[in-house]
């Protein structure tokens, strides 16, 4: 399994961007499929994550409400829409996948990850 995330960039903040996340996966479908952040200094964090079967998604509360997960199957992309961001928001964005939602939201354990993507709030 690989994942190729992209859509990162240099946006100001109020502004939004969207990520995506490409697997090159037969089973795609049957992954759950998450987003991580990591600033510098910081420690990883959770950011959203998405059921393979019943696309439920879960949030981190520090964009809940501002940011969407969602998911194509018939593409095997997972999506970050990423509104009303803030300078806080910056950091370098990972997606992930796994068979298990509990390590997809906690990131312990996690099977596969992408590379990450580069986002810069400016204030």
């Known amino acids: 399994v690989q994942l190729q995330a992209s859509g990162g960039g240099l946006v100001q903040a109020g502004g939004s961007l969207r990520l995506s996340c490409a697997q090159s996966s037969v089973t795609f479908n049957y992954l759950h499929m998450g987003w991580f952040r990591q600033a510098p200094g910081k420690e990883r964090e959770f950011v959203a994550a998405?059921?393979?079967?019943?696309?439920?998604?879960f949030y981190g509360d520090s964009v809940a409400g501002r940011f969407t997960i969602s998911r194509d199957n018939a593409k095997n992309t997972v999506y970050l829409q990423m509104n009303s961001l803030k300078p806080e928001d910056t950091a370098v964005y990972y997606c992930?996948?796994?068979?298990?939602?509990?390590?997809?939201?906690?990131?312990?354990?996690?099977?596969?990850w992408g590379k990450g993507t580069q986002v810069t709030v400016s204030s």
């Open positions: 998405i059921h393979w079967l019943t696309s439920s998604t």
């Open positions: 992930a996948a796994d068979s298990s939602l509990a390590s997809i939201k906690s990131a312990v354990g996690v099977d596969y």
